[in-house]
């Protein structure tokens, strides 16, 4: 076969949009470098031009997990209300009024949308999780969730979604795993072809770009070697993103997103699953949640903070309908807070947290909890709650039987599975 010139060839600028030019490159120049081609697209160096060559996931199901950075306080979340001790050493932050989850437990009244969800089935509550890091230190304890290890120190290269992507079969879009915002977490370390995203309507081609385009695609238009197929579907997916975006993104079923980086992030995510553009995990960010003063009870910093994410989330719901299904959401927080308040109407750093599951596969309408207890002789560190939960347990839990991952002793090094009965396949 006659080798083709190709005239153009692109790089991704700081707004997102595909220019530049270059010549002479043939098609046996092109495949003999691999993806190196259509790396060019993209821009070298970038995480569009880390595409993977992989076959199809099993499945058309998609992660997002939401992180609260900061420590978010899971007593003031899920109260204990059934514990005096948490009345004692609260006494203006405690919460008098809860949605009830159970007969020990109540919800925080701002996220009401989500008690919606968990009276329907389709959330559930996992008190008292967390990792076994001791340091209290936003840093080591976000380093060691992410990276999906029990300690700062335990094995485990990269992050524990990246691995997971890395064993498991997945699909060949470049829109595999999205961070929506400014940074790829740390999470996502070692996946090739993960994107942080802050804006995808703003990824389309310019007119010089879109002539390299043409004739990329007419250079991976035939054959059926794992290369030549890598360079078709993620052409075809960036130009069905294009077209998806050209009018931008509006939500549907009647959903609003609050204006907020959380909320105007999901109204992203609900649009890739809807266009089926390969997506399986997506990863937000949502920061504020040090609530060292002045953190209220059942209005204030924390109750803002609550009805940001359940207002986000709700939408997200509304947004999806019947896709919904398809989509499990983790919203998760790096260490919970101290048991007693402190002299700034505040709480400092604790241990144990709550982590909040909703939508795809939730055994939903309930609160998980191996509850330590709150009086002092149950207490760990300067007057924390007790992990009695290792959050891998339940991430482990839903990569087994939501997103087949293949090999779960990578992604969680040492860990013997204990199916908390959270999820169904």
Known sequence: MADRELHSWTSCDGDGRLNGSIAGLTRRQMLAVGMGGLASLFGAGTAWSQAVVQNRPQHDRVLVVIFLRGGADALNIAAPIHEQEYHDGRPTLRLTKTLPLDDRFGLHPSLEPLHRLYKEGMGAFVH????????????????TMEAGRITETSTGAGGWLGRHLASTPGSRSPLRAVALGSILPDSLG???????????????????????????????????????????????????????????????????YPETSLGQGLKQAAFLVRSRLGLEVACLDHGGWDTHVAQGAETGWQATLLD??????????????????????????????????????????????????????????????????????????????????????????????????????????????????????
């Open 190 to 256: 070692g996946a090739a072809g993960s994107l942080a995203v802050e804006d995808v309507t703003r990824f389309r081609l310019s007119e010089e770009a879109a002539r390299a385009g043409a004739d990329l695609a007419r250079l991976y238009a035939k054959g059926h070697d794992p290369l030549t197929s890598a360079g078709r579907d993620t052409l075809g997916v960036l130009k069905e993103l294009e077209q998806a975006a050209s009018g931008g993104i509006s939500p549907e079923n009647g959903a609003e």
């Open 128 to 143: 008292a999780c967390g990792s076994q890091d001791e340091t209290r230190s936003h840093f080591s304890a976000m380093a």
């Open 308 to 425: 940001e994410v359940a207002r986000s989330v709700a939408a997200f719901f509304r947004d999806l309908g019947p896709e919904s299904e398809r989509v499990t959401r983790i919203v998760q927080s790096e260490f919970g807070r101290r048991i007693y308040e402190n002299a700034g109407l505040g709480t400092d750093h604790g241990r144990g947290g709550v982590m909040m599951l909703f939508g795809g596969g939730v055994q939903g309408g309930r609160i998980h909890a191996d509850w330590p207890g709150l009086s002092p002789a149950d207490r760990v560190g300067p007057g924390d709650l007790r992990v009695t939960t290792d959050y891998r347990q339940i991430l482990a839990e839903i990569l087994t039987k939501r997103l087949a991952t293949a090999d779960l002793n990578r992604v969680f090094p040492g860990l013997t599975p204990r199916p908390l009965g959270l999820i169904r396949a």
